[in-house]
């Protein structure tokens, strides 16, 4: 059975950095695409991060620049570095796997339960 469970979140005041991170179990971690999402309350669920098997990242144009995405395939864990933080940042973020390529859209297999960052201005 799959499992992700993300860490990391908390409050952080407007440019501080917080770093996430998505432990995850029950499959062949390497060969999945990975992503991180975020929803922030009356808001849509958006992509933010995804990597691939091969390395390959993309970002939502909002965090390019300030957010890497990243993976420890010998740790099983995927992470978010978030720097530069802004209080358009604060929502519950969510880490996600997938057998195949998925990118930021939602259509990602697996899903975590979730940790809240909260930038405050």
């Known amino acids: 059975q799959v499992q992700l469970v993300e860490s990391g979140g908390g409050s952080v005041q407007a440019g501080g950095s917080l770093r996430l991170s998505c432990a995850t179990s029950g499959y062949r971690y390497s060969s999945y695409c990975m992503g991180w999402f975020r929803q922030a309350p009356g808001k849509e669920r958006e992509g933010v991060a995804a990597?691939?098997?091969?390395?390959?990242?993309i970002y939502a144009d909002s965090v390019k620049g300030r957010f890497t995405i990243s993976k420890d395939n010998a740790k099983n864990t995927l992470y978010l570095q978030m720097n530069s933080l802004k209080p358009e940042d604060t929502a519950m973020y969510y880490c996600?796997?997938?057998?195949?390529?998925?990118?930021?859209?939602?259509?990602?297999?697996?899903w975590g339960q979730g940790t809240q960052v909260t930038v405050s201005s």
């Open positions: 996600a796997a997938d057998e195949t390529w998925v990118g930021l859209n939602n259509e990602y297999n697996y």
């Open positions: 990597i691939d098997d091969d390395g390959t990242t």
